[in-house]
């Protein structure tokens, strides 16, 4: 069982950075890759960012890609996901995932564990 607990999120102004955790519980972390994907109101599931196992390969969806980074930390269990500038578009709940691989994919059926999720509101 895995248990995945997100936090950082809040309001900004376009332009602004914020910083998002998520804190994983359960044993063997480092044994699966993690995503980050992200919810509009009245917009479907959308993937962000995901990292592999190691940390060694990431990849972004065209949308952030260049703005954002995903990064890890295995000593600590945790995921980030550095935004930079935000745009009111990037508004939405945003949640972090634990892959079924270590291989980091894009499709939220390649994650089984899906913490609550975190808002970000982004303001023009």
């Known amino acids: 069982q895995v248990q995945l607990v997100e936090s950082g999120g809040g309001l900004v102004q376009a332009g602004g950075s914020l910083r998002l955790s998520c804190a994983a519980s359960?044993?063997?972390?480092?044994?699966?890759?993690m995503g980050w994907f992200r919810q509009a109101p009245g917009k479907e599931h959308e993937f962000v960012a995901a990292?592999?196992?190691?940390?060694?390969?990431?990849t972004y969806a065209n949308s952030v890609k260049g703005r954002f980074t995903i990064s890890r930390d295995n000593a600590k269990n945790t995921v980030h996901l550095q935004m930079n500038s935000l745009q009111p578009e990037d508004t939405a709940v945003y949640y972090c995932?634990?892959?079924?691989?270590?291989?980091?994919?894009?499709?939220?059926?390649?994650?089984?564990?899906w913490g609550q999720g975190t808002q970000v509101t982004v303001s023009s």
């Open positions: 990292i592999n196992w190691s940390g060694g390969r990431t």
């Open positions: 995932a634990k892959a079924r691989s270590i291989w980091e994919v894009t499709t939220s059926t390649g994650y089984d564990y």
């Open positions: 359960g044993r063997s972390f480092s044994n699966y890759a």
